[in-house]
């Protein structure tokens, strides 16, 4: 007869018939498994073994079954437990200061920090909130909303009164920490008490064996807000109950978990004295405390940090707003704390066969199937005489994390006198399954992934499509896939689930895996071979558990770039060099076809942010870019005195994206483009001239010139105006200043210079009107113009004051010239006293002040002419 066995490879799950399958064979042999049954997702596995519940007892198995398979068991993980090793009080601040009640958050948004109250020196009611906004932070499980402080404010004046647990987060880690321990260690002890001024909601130790008593522990976690901060209190009854053997148990060790936010009041006595093996209260060596300390550095550490030094415990410093932190501190406290054992070694012996037969399994043959539970395989088959009472023994081996051993060995009897079974089934009563003939269906064929690759969407660079490719079709899509950035540990991994699609009309070969609510870091596909991202399908089907390499299919993008501007004051005499350096940084080497002169493109960044690449240019190079050795360093020394010019700091570089550069596995980049940093260039005035010249002329009269006291004009590569060929005469392109109203008086707002740039100008060109007289500027940066009118004899006429760049000016795209952006100075033609201006010629005299504080003088001449047919307003 022909026998049928099933062996797994390590990590694999075993499948068998449900209980509800039955294939009837006529004189079958089985074979002893452990019992089937489902776990989450309803996967159909194993059903764990309990060493200690078969010790001492007799099993009766059928008569037909002749042997102990080598696979199909799996070791309960509570075999792997010592629990009740540690008893842990829990010790919670409940202070005032762990409250939020207002965030300042810097002007140039690098830093915020949260304030317990705005009882600061310097602000006052009207700092925080209405004008300045709200907030909205984590608080607990949900949201709350925070005021926020005037930026401008300094919050120097408040160095005590940050919020301890700004987002609500310190009862919650405690909770989860419970529950920890509880799963971990059901025969450990825990106590819980909070403090301010004294003890707050105290519960004495339990044993964390029953709901009852983890939930007693977990509701009386009750956050307060209370004034005072005591250490002593607490800590002399954390000592009191774990010294006492009426209230923990002797044998366990003992542990002090306690968190706060400050140092205690000098009242207090900062809790040292309890330390003391002489305390009078509670004599005796103090248990080590893990002191968890919620603040920034400040002389409030050295307390609780000497507490935990001198009794043998750990210290840590948590920045308050950093919550994810704070619970994985208490994460590894609670590791280093409880004991945990895993198996490293089985051996199964039955002492009834001669000789006897013996099966091993060592720490490579078990591998996790989930709930804490281990599947194992023996090396070999154990033989089982018929009709006999075997004899079986069954010893296993332990290692806890710091690398001690534990032995344990049970004996129990498997009985082959009770009735044959022909079939796949559970054993009613037993922790065993058998295995006949008939085995289960083999599962389907693995279909194979033949490639996977990342795509980048929406062109910022981190992968947001992932694509799948199989060999045969599918009839369904996975219930779901897991994706690793460059490995298989929890922090590589997608924080957000993909949905998962098929590609239309791609037969259901291919799977679309959309990872926009979760995207790929920039630059995740450049990672070194052998350590590529990876994506795991399901276990079990044609999906077969399957990893595959995901492969680089997106190209570099710029991570940085930096711009030192030409320095006139370096210029030798004889030459007329004019070049700045830029830097980039790429994500990922960079290989091009041709030369690198066109490497990389710039345009105006439009509201801080890279959204202008279809008006994007070449930078023009002075000399070949050179690459550093590891290709993704790129230095391009920019011609500065080209017509179409070069990015300055705040402008957008891109890399050049026609095909010429790519990454080394020939990716194109994508529509990426970073704002450059690095050194502004000097702030100045680069053209000043009337337009018009003359009031009273314009562009279809004979003679009319825009160009007036200006030299830096005239030639095709400086000049901002344009000469029509056919007609011979100038135009200039009149931009309205904000707030001009044709036919209104001009009173624009002047700002203060360090006030920030508002609003988006949205005006375009328009007709110059007739009636005023202007300046035509081009300037670098804003300013505010501070204008002087003379009649041509020098006598006074008027003064006014008009600004530029501080109502989004610098992002319109009509204002761009080659060297700065337009802008326009008006006159009424009126002097102070709102009388019209003769006809004659008049003395402009201008001084620009820049926003850094530099200041530049400039003076030009414009005329009036008064004509009949013609009214000045």
């Known amino acids: 007869m022909t026998k049928y066995f099933l062996r797994a490879a390590a990590g694999v799950v075993l499948l068998t018939l449900p209980i509800s399958v039955v294939a009837q064979v006529v004189n079958a042999e089985c074979g002893l498994r452990g019992a089937d049954t489902t776990i989450a997702g309803g996967v159909l596995t194993k059903q764990c073994l309990d060493p200690a519940s078969l010790n001492g007892k007799s099993v009766q198995i059928p008569a037909n079954v002749t042997r102990i398979d080598n696979t199909g068991f799996a070791l309960c993980g509570s075999a792997l437990k010592e629990g009740g090793l540690a008893d842990i009080v829990y010790v919670l601040d409940q202070s005032g200061s762990m409250q939020v009640g207002a965030a300042w958050i810097s002007p140039d948004k690098t830093d915020t920090i949260y304030l317990q109250n705005t009882n600061c020196t310097g602000i006052n009611r009207g700092d925080f909130g209405g004008t300045y906004g709200n907030l909205t932070i984590p608080n607990e499980t949900g949201v709350r909303t925070i005021p926020i402080i005037n930026p401008a404010k300094s919050v120097a004046g408040c160095p005590d009164n940050t919020a301890g647990d700004p987002f609500t ?117 103090m248990p080590p405390v893990y002191g968890i300390l919620l603040s920034k550095p400040s002389s409030d550490t050295a307390i609780l940090d000497s507490i935990s030094k001198r009794t043998g415990g750990k210290f840590f410093l948590i920045p308050p707003s950093h919550p994810d932190s704070l619970k994985s501190v208490v994460a590894r406290i609670l590791n280093v704390i409880l004991r945990q054992y895993h198996p490293v070694g089985a051996v199964v012996t039955n002492g009834s066969t001669a000789p006897a037969s013996v099966g091993t399994a060592g720490a490579a043959d078990f591998t996790p199937q989930g709930n804490n539970e281990w599947l194992f395989n023996f090396d070999k088959i154990i033989p089982l005489n018929k ?149 795991v399908l399901p276990t079990g089907g044609v999906f077969g558990g399957q990893s595959h390499a995901i492969d680089d299919s997106i190209g570099p993008i ?36 041709g030369q690198w002169t066109t490497v990389l493109l710039w345009s105006k960044s439009v509201g801080g942010k890279c959204e202008d690449f279809v008006n994007a240019q070449t930078v023009v190079v002075s000399q070949s870019p050179s690459i550093d050795g590891s290709n993704t360093k790129l230095t391009v020394l920019a011609d500065a005195a080209n017509p179409k010019g070069s990015p300055t700091k705040g402008d957008c570089v891109y890399l050049n994206v026609d095909g010429t550069y790519t990454d080394m596995d020939f990716n194109l980049p994508p529509v990426h483009g970073v704002v450059l940093d690095g050194t502004p260039p000097p702030r100045k005035i680069d053209l000043f001239r009337g337009y018009p ?102 006598t006074f006429l008027k003064r006014f004051k008009q600004p530029f760049g501080y109502n989004g000016e610098l ?24 009388r019209k201006a003769g006809q004659g010629v008049y003395i402009w005299k201008v001084l620009f002040t820049f926003d850094s504080g530099k200041q530049e003088v400039q003076y030009t001449r414009t005329g009036v002419m008064r004509r009949l047919g013609w009214q000045a307003p």
């Open 169 to 285: 987060q310190r009862g919650i880690a405690f909770k989860e920490a419970i529950q920890f321990q509880a799963e971990r260690a059901p025969n450990s002890m825990a106590g819980y008490m909070g403090f301010s001024g004294g003890v707050l909601d105290p519960v004495r130790p339990v044993t964390l064996n029953s709901d009852a008593n983890i939930n007693r522990l977990l509701n009386n976690i009750i956050l307060h807000l209370n004034s005072g901060t005591n250490y002593t209190a607490p800590l002399d009854s954390a000592k009191r109950w774990l010294l006492s053997p009426t209230i923990t148990t002797p044998t366990h060790s003992k542990a002090i978990i306690f968190l706060s936010d400050g140092r205690p009041s000098p009242s207090d006595q900062n809790g040292l004295k309890v330390i003391d093996s002489l305390y009078a209260a509670q004599p005796g060596k």
């Open 387 to 535: 009709q006999a009472d075997n004899q079986i023994k069954l010893s296993t081996e332990y290692l806890d994390q710091t690398g001690a051993a534990k032995d344990t060995t049970v004996n129990f009897i498997l009985s082959t006198k009770g009735p044959e079974e022909s079939a796949n089934k559970n054993l009613p009563g037993t922790q065993f399954s058998v295995v006949c003939i008939d085995l289960p269906p083999p599962p389907p064929p693995v279909d194979p992934i033949k490639v996977a690759y990342l795509k980048d969407i929406n062109g910022d660079g981190a992968g947001d499509l992932l694509v799948i490719v199989f060999l045969q079709p599918l009839t369904a899509l996975p219930a779901s896939l897991d994706a690793y950035w460059n490995d298989f540990g929890p922090a590589f991994k997608n924080k957000t689930a993909p949905v998962l699609t098929f590609l239309p009309g791609s037969g259901n070969k291919v799977i679309l895996a959309d990872f926009s609510a979760s995207p790929w870091p920039v630059g995740v596909t450049s990672i070194p071979a052998g350590a590529a991202p990876v994506v």
């Open 558 to 593: 710029l991570l940085s770039g930096t711009v030192k501007p030409f320095d006139a004051s370096k210029l030798q005499p004889g030459l007329e060099e004019n070049i700045d350096t830029i830097t980039v940084i790429a994500s990922e080497p960079i290989r091009t076809k």
């Open 693 to 794: 010249p003359v009031v009273g002329l314009d562009a279809t009269n004979p003679g009319f010139m825009v160009t007036n006291q200006d030299p830096r004009t005239g030639s095709s590569t400086t000049s901002y105006s344009v000469l029509d060929s056919t007609t011979g005469k100038y135009t200039v392109s009149w931009i309205p200043p904000v707030g001009f109203v044709e036919g209104s008086p001009f009173t624009p707002a002047i700002p203060a210079l360090t006030s920030p740039s508002v609003g988006v100008e949205g005006t375009g060109v328009t007709t110059l009107p007739p009636g005023i007289s202007t300046i035509q500027v081009v300037s670098t940066g804003k300013y505010i113009a501070d204008i002087t009118i003379y009649d041509n004899r020098g």
């Open 811 to 834: 992002n319109n795209r009509f204002r761009i010239a080659p060297k700065g952006e337009v802008s326009y100075l008006v006159w009424d033609l009126k002097d102070d006293h709102g």
